[in-house]
T-cell receptor
Framework: GQSLEQPSEVTAVEGAIVQINCTYQ??????LSWYQQHDGGAPTFLSY????GLEETGRFSSFLSRSDSYGYLLLQELQMKDSASYFC????????FGDGTTLTVKP | ETGVTQTPRHLVMGMTNKKSLKCEQH?????MYWYKQSAKKPLELMFV???????ENNSVPSRFSPECPNSSHLFLHLHTLQPEDSALYLC????????????FGEGSRLTVL
C-alpha cells in the first residue's frame, strides 16, 4: 500500500523560511504534489515534482528525491496569509494524500 | 463560471433521507474525482471517473452511489447514511487521470443526524 508522512504542525514567524518534509512509501510513483488548504476552503494546487530536483514558483519551492522517497515544500518570506494546512500527495495512477501539516505564522 | 463548482455547500440529512451532491467543472478536463475529508484524517479518494467511465471505486460503501453523465458533471447520490459519514466531500478534476494537478471545488459539508 501507500503511506505518506509529514509533520502535523509547524510554527514560524513572519518573514521566516519554513520547510515541510514529506516521506512516502508507494508502489508505482509518478510524482509528488503539494496543496494548500485554508480553513473552510478548497485545497489548491501549489506544485508538482515529476523529476528529482527543485521547482520554484515565487516564494514557494518544492524538492523531490526519488531515490530517498522524500520531498519538501519550502516557503520563504512567510506572510500571515500562509497560515494554512499543507498536504503532500503521491501521484501514482491516483493521488494519495498525506495527513497534512498545519502551518501557523506568527507576527 | 470558472473552475469546479459544488452544490450544496452545506447539507444536513437524516439517516433515512436520500440526497445528492453535485459537481460541475468548466475546465474542459476529462477526469473527475470524489474525495472525503474528515476531521483529523487525510483526504480519502472515493471514486475516479475518466471520460465518464468509472475507473476506481476505493472500497466505498454502496450507500454512496456516483454518477457521471458527462465529462463536466459528477454526482454523488446518498442514501441511508450513517453519522460517521458526516464529512466534507470534495470534488476535483484534472486534465486526465495521469495528471498530477487536481483542481478542487469548495466542497459540500455533510452532516448526518
Amino acid at each position: 500500500g501507500q503511506s505518506l508522512e509529514q509533520p502535523s504542525e509547524v510554527t514560524a514567524v513572519e518573514g521566516a523560511i519554513v520547510q515541510i518534509n514529506c516521506t512516502y512509501q508507494t508502489s508505482g510513483f509518478y510524482g509528488l504534489s503539494w496543496y494548500q488548504q485554508h480553513d473552510g476552503g478548497a485545497p489548491t494546487f501549489l506544485s508538482y515534482n515529476g523529476l528529482d530536483g527543485l521547482e520554484e514558483t515565487g516564494r514557494f519551492s518544492s524538492f523531490l528525491s526519488r531515490s530517498d522517497s522524500y520531498g519538501y515544500l519550502l516557503l520563504q518570506e512567510l506572510q500571515m496569509k500562509d497560515s494554512a494546512s499543507y498536504f503532500c500527495a503521491v501521484k501514482e495512477v491516483k493521488s494519495t494524500f498525506g495527513d497534512g501539516t498545519t502551518l501557523t505564522v506568527k507576527p | 463560471e470558472t473552475g469546479v463548482t459544488q452544490t450544496p455547500r452545506h447539507l444536513v440529512m437524516g439517516m433515512t433521507n436520500k440526497k445528492s451532491l453535485k459537481c460541475e467543472q468548466h475546465l474542459g478536463h476529462n477526469a473527475m474525482y470524489w474525495y472525503k475529508q474528515s476531521a483529523k484524517k487525510p483526504l480519502e479518494l472515493m471514486f475516479v471517473y475518466n471520460f465518464k467511465e468509472q475507473t476506481e471505486n476505493n472500497s466505498v460503501p454502496s450507500r454512496f452511489s456516483p454518477e457521471c453523465p458527462n465529462s463536466s458533471h459528477l454526482f454523488l447520490h446518498l442514501h441511508t447514511l450513517q453519522p460517521e459519514d458526516s464529512a466534507l466531500y470534495l470534488c476535483a478534476s484534472s486534465r486526465d487521470r495521469g495528471t498530477g494537478e487536481l483542481f478542487f471545488g469548495e466542497g459540500s459539508r455533510l452532516t448526518v443526524l
